[in-house]
């Protein structure tokens, strides 16, 4: 998993004042030199078009650590605010114990304040250059779809 990834990601929302568009940009996980043998680092730059014939562009970009916890066997999220501490939990990533296809899926989700985030991760299991992931957010303010799919570069 570690190395540079092209992503795009398409955010459908169903309510007029959170915008609708696609994400496009690039990605890096890189393992991070702390303690934790199973700790990455992730980083992502990108331009969001909004709407469909808007012409509008803004520059996005987020950071998170990923740690694997290998006594449950579950991947802890971070959010991040620079490459080299943890910042605020964002959620546990659990595997499932019986996969249904050739994918190795995992699913996460983080209550913040009144929003409710669903993550969904799927790694095909036949080569490692793609990945998907899908959050469900739902909440007062929020009601989207953003669905993210990974190419290696």
Known sequence: MEGVWRFNREIKSQLASS???IVTGQATLIKTPQENPLQYFYSEEGKFRLGRDTGSELDVSRQYFYE?????????????????????????LNFEKEQKDADWRAAGEHLCEADHYNANYIFPLKGHNTFSIEFNVRGPQKDYVASTKFTKI
């Open 68 to 92: 694997y916890d290998q006594t449950k066997d579950s991947i802890n999220v971070y959010f991040a605010t620079n490459q080299s501490t943890p910042d605020k939990f964002f959620h546990t």
């Open 19 to 21: 915008p609708s568009g």
